[in-house]
């Protein structure tokens, strides 16, 4: 899923530019009335030598393309965000499923020497929230009266640069992170089990469902599961004592199907296909950036 969200921020990053990275000559009101017939000829020729689009009309109360680019960004950090407070929260001792890299004699408290703090995670997602939070001054710097107004200038030049300092900080951090990020699946096969087996339930009902009726089975697997929590007891002793389940489903049958692994349905499919889109898309921007 996050590779899927990156994709296409690149894609929306790379399909603005013709908007965004623009030029403007157009004098004090944008008429050209200084260079006349010559105006647009030299935008052009000052665009291209910047490596840029003219605009097709040089008014300086036209923001909407910064305004853009900083939204842009903001959607950008908000899956990073994401992506940070995810380990974040997998980090905590509770879960123990990944760990953001923790280079020796890191230290994670002056006083409690055993934390490992998610301190990149925290980073991105304190960052994150920032970048966010210029969006709204870049919309409100559209609001540009007349000609020019100083004002609204100052606004969206502190957001796209704030934007991008912060964003260049976030992705450096991110790449840090995803790059020595340690998964521990041991114990996220142990967390799998907390339940008992009641989160394979599903699983349970739908193949039950296929002897006796989906009704049936669901009401039949339903009462068993709300049995297994009042009364502490675990899901597949209390499917065993229910006739409708037993009568068709074997034991062997339940415990394969309380097994979380044979319940996985495309998530192998998924994850190969998105981590080669990721690889096309990587390869693409280097060479990309290479031939810049």
Known sequence: MWIDELGRHAERLQGC????????????AGTLASLGELGLATQERMAAHLGMVPMPLPART????????VTLLGMLAATCSKIGREIYTLMKQEFGEVEEPVPPGTVGSSTMP????????????????????????ALEAMQTEHE??????????????????L????????????????VFPDRMRDNLELSGGLIMAEAVMLELGRRI?????????????????????PFREMLALDPHVSGGLTPAQVEAL?????YTGLC????????ARGREIAAAIARRDAAD
């Open 17 to 28: 530019e013709g908007r965004v990275f623009v030029a403007m000559l157009g004098g004090g």
């Open 62 to 69: 036209i923001g909407d393309h910064q305004a853009e680019y």
């Open 114 to 137: 055993q934390k490992r703090n998610p301190k990149l995670s925290q980073d991105i997602v304190a960052a994150a929230a920032q970048i966010r939070a210029l969006v709204p001054l």
């Open 148 to 165: 020019a107004d100083r004002t609204t200038s100052i606004m969206m030049s502190r957001a796209v640069v704030q934007a991008c300092e």
């Open 167 to 182: 964003t260049g900080d976030t992705l450096e951090r991110l790449a840090v992170l995803t790059e020595g990020l340690q």
């Open 213 to 233: 009726g989906r009704q049936r089975a669901h009401d039949a697997v339903y009462e068993a599961a709300q049995a297994s929590v009042t009364q502490s007891r």
């Open 258 to 262: 309380l097994d979380p692994a044979r």
């Open 268 to 275: 192998r499919q998924f994850a190969e296909q998105g981590a």
